[in-house]
């Protein structure tokens, strides 16, 4: 398959009130957005001036497993057909990119499963990224009461903390290392009303996303990070954890992947995020991207995009002790041929 | 649709992809590509009754393309892939099939050490 003909697709979440619809604003007001075509739930207080903005009457079907993420957005798959088609017929201008704004109450875990399994959609479209908005001054009441909040952090690639400048430096702080604990693999930054590069979102996608993010946010510093500092109570020990591993020698792709799918299958609800690089003792590494039970299409990349050619792998786990993860790839690390290394070099 | 089980195949497992691609990435001449998918499947067969053994069940090729999943008593059933395989074993073995089973992992830490070259 040839990979450039897929128009990503960017997913914008986050709780009510988080600034989503301020962000998308400040990026279709800046230049070369016009091949950008833009879906919304629900027209906001914060009117959309674009050309191809396009509303989502929310139509789920839940399939026969009853998981809540693998469930088809029917109106997503008619939106996105019916754009394609005007995009083939030439009534717009060439669709580059897809820009989804969710409502501050959902889940994108449902918008990724739709586009990577829809038989036509996973074609022409893929998903570059989900980037949350946490909003600064009432994220963090959010995140303690709102379970889709958590979540919504949990399935990132980007997080966005806005409001900073109605937010005290160190509540900011906090702010900041409690979504890092959260969510290790995600890039994060801050922005005020909106204000924020296009290029800081948009812009790595040109030459690899996956990898740039992968590799930016998987740093030796991260992985060194303990899971909780000691003393420190954290109020979602129970439920969302990460969980970060190192392994120095290549891993046998096959027998991990055989791995990967007996735990999807077990404990996909559990598994909110997979990602990773792995060294499958190929000349490039293998990106491996997951929420859930939805695994994208890894990509066997011809070359390594820098000098650290260990794998790494970061899990975010719902109610899933992420010490039964490092065990069980223990257990298998003699079909894996590497075992896993913690939090270390 | 295969018409020899009637099958309806529409994607391949993501498990699959490496040997899915033509790009320049994994591009190989036809009969390397065909040996090395050959062997990949070879070598995911042999790790996969590893773990099956462990719930009384048994996997084999099926001339290349599908494999048989059966259990001691002789069901059997024919799977596609990675995908399709785990949820019939479930349903052949009785019983979840967990890669957090103490009871598999305590049977998998007591292999022993090596392996197939990695493909």
Redesign the interface.
Same mark, same amino acid.
């Given at each position: !398959? $040839?990979?450039p003909t897929t128009r990503p697709i960017t997913i914008i979440t986050g709780f009510l009130g988080s600034g989503k619809t301020t962000l998308l604003r400040r990026l279709l007001a800046s230049p070369g957005m016009h091949d950008t075509a833009v879906l919304v739930n629900e027209f906001g207080e914060v009117g959309l001036d674009h050309h191809l903005v396009q509303r989502l009457d929310e139509q789920t079907i839940l399939l026969g497993n009853g998981c809540v993420c693998c469930t088809v957005r029917h109106d997503l798959v008619q939106a996105l057909t019916a754009l394609l088609d005007r995009d083939q017929r030439g009534l717009i201008a060439p669709l580059r990119r897809v820009v989804i704004e969710t409502t501050g109450l959902a889940d994108p875990a449902p918008l990724v499963f739709t586009v990577v399994?829809d038989?036509m959609l996973?074609h022409h479209f893929r998903i570059d990224s989900v980037v949350t908005t946490v909003d600064a001054v009432n994220g963090p009441l959010h995140l303690d009461r709102h379970p889709v909040s958590r979540k919504q952090v949990a399935l990132a690639d980007e997080i966005i903390i806005t409001k900073t400048d109605l937010a005290l430096p160190d509540t900011v702080a906090m702010l900041r290392e409690r979504l890092r604990r959260d969510n290790p693999a995600a890039r994060m930054t801050t922005a005020i009303l909106g204000d924020l590069d296009p290029q800081w979102l948009l812009g790595p996608q040109a030459s690899h996303p996956t990898v740039a993010r992968t590799t930016a946010t998987v740093s030796p510093e991260l992985l060194q990070m303990p899971p909780h500092p000691p003393g420190t109570p954290h109020p979602h020990d129970t439920e969302i954890r990460a969980l970060a591993l190192t392994f120095t020698q &290549?891993?046998? #792709?096959?027998?991990f992947?055989? #791995?990967l799918? !007996?735990?999807l299958?077990? %404990?996909g609800e559990a598994v909110l995020r997979v990602k990773g690089l792995l060294n499958?003792?190929?000349t490039?590494p293998v990106v491996l991207n997951g929420v859930q039970h939805i695994?994208?299409?890894?990509e %066997?990349?011809?070359a390594w995009p820098g000098e650290d050619q260990r794998s790494h792998l970061v899990f975010i786990l719902h109610a899933l002790d992420p010490e039964?993860?490092r065990?069980?790839l223990?257990?298998?690390q003699?079909?894996l041929?590497a075992h896993p290394a913690v939090d270390s070099d | 649709m295969c018409v020899l089980c009637w099958q309806f195949l529409? /994607?391949g497992?993501?498990?699959d992809?490496?040997f899915?691609? $033509?790009?320049?990435?994994?591009a190989m001449a036809g009969s390397d590509h065909e040996r090395a998918r050959r062997r990949?499947r070879h070598?995911?067969t042999q790790?996969?009754n590893?773990?099956l053994t462990h719930y009384g069940l048994h996997l084999d090729d099926w001339h290349g393309r599908s494999y048989l999943l059966s259990d001691r008593k002789g069901k059997t059933a024919i799977v596609q892939d990675?995908?399709a395989?785990?949820?019939t074993a479930?349903q052949l073995a009785g019983r979840?099939?967990?890669?957090?089973d103490p009871w598999?992992?305590?049977r998998?830490?007591h292999? &022993?050490?090596?392996? /197939?070259?990695?493909?």
């Open positions: !398959m $040839n990979r399994t038989p996973q &290549p891993l046998d #792709w096959i027998a992947s055989v #791995w799918s !007996m735990l299958h077990a %404990h499958v003792g190929a490039g695994l994208h299409p890894p %066997h990349l011809a039964a993860i065990t069980s223990q257990a298998f003699h079909l041929g | 529409t /994607e497992h993501w498990s992809r490496r899915e691609d $033509n790009d320049s990435t994994t990949a070598h995911r790790i996969l590893q773990i990675l995908g395989l785990w949820p479930q979840p099939l967990d890669p957090l598999l992992l305590a998998l830490s292999l &022993p050490a090596g392996r /197939e070259p990695v493909i």
